[in-house]
T-cell receptor, first 115, second 113 residues
Framework: AQSVTQLDSHVSVSEGTPVLLRCNYS??????LFWYVQHPNKGLQLLLK??????LVKGINGFEAEFKKSETSFHLTKPSAHMSDAAEYFC?????????????FGTGTLLAVQP | EAGVAQSPRYKIIEKRQSVAFWCNPI?????LYWYQQILGQGPKLLIQ????????DSQLPKDRFSAERLKGVDSTLKIQPAKLEDSAVYLC???????????FGQGTRLTVV
């Protein structure tokens, strides 16, 4: 079965320090992987996506993620956190390389940024 | 480009009542999704349409939930009768055919009391 596991439900960092949000996936075939962000009372917004091209994917707002097949991981990073990054982040897998357009969400990681 | 439109934004109903949500996807997007997001959890797919056909409704509680996408454009999701555990945000999303980049609406927050 296809799934994603977000290893931390809450992460707290200080402004200006690095961010690491961890995600492991399970998929029988080459998946497409995504990170979405959800700010309070806002819709889900795509941060970045991996679709079997370059393994290091750059997204919006300085975020990036690296696809590591050997570790079945797709961790999200940012070198320096900003207060506006405080939000909930979802790792998402689309099995079969996205052929069915199906999206399976993780349980989310709530990122808090301290001043 | 207009985004995914959903209405209403908020709805409060009593248990055993019925409710309907409406979604208008981005123009030209063949795939439309309805997700249920319970507080503190990730979104769970309820139903996925491709044009006006159902691709996946394996997690839709069919005894009380129904959805349709007539003419392959906008869609309605109905709950009848509602239960307390249906309290959640209902998200609609759309994507182009064979493109998994989905665009989400702001959701409808349903409270069942």
């Amino acid at each position: 079965a296809q799934s994603v596991t977000q290893l931390d439900s809450h992460v707290s960092v200080s402004e200006g320090t690095p961010v690491l949000l961890r995600c492991n996936y399970s998929s029988s075939y080459s998946p497409s992987l995504f990170w979405y962000v959800q700010h309070p009372n806002k819709g889900l917004q795509l941060l970045l996506k991996y679709t079997s091209a370059a393994t290091l994917v750059k997204g919006i707002n300085g975020f990036e993620a690296e696809f590591k097949k050997s570790e079945t991981s797709f961790h999200l990073t940012k070198p320096s956190a900003h207060m506006s990054d405080a939000a909930e982040y979802f790792c998402v897998v689309s099995p079969y390389g996205g052929a069915t357009n199906k999206l399976i969400f993780g349980t989310g990681t709530l990122l808090a940024v301290q001043p | 480009e207009a985004g995914v439109a959903q209405s209403p934004r908020y709805k409060i109903i009593e248990k055993r009542q019925s409710v309907a949500f409406w979604c208008n996807p981005i123009s030209g997007h063949a795939t439309l999704y309805w997700y249920q997001q319970i507080l503190g959890q990730g979104p769970k797919l309820l139903i996925q349409f491709q044009n006006n056909g159902v691709v996946d409704d394996s997690q839709l509680p069919k005894d009380r939930f129904s959805a349709e996408r007539l003419k392959g454009v906008d869609s309605t999701l109905k709950i009848q009768p509602a239960k307390l555990e249906d309290s959640a945000v209902y998200l609609c999303a759309s994507s182009e055919l064979r493109n998994t980049e989905a665009f989400f609406g702001q959701g409808t927050r349903l409270t069942v009391v």
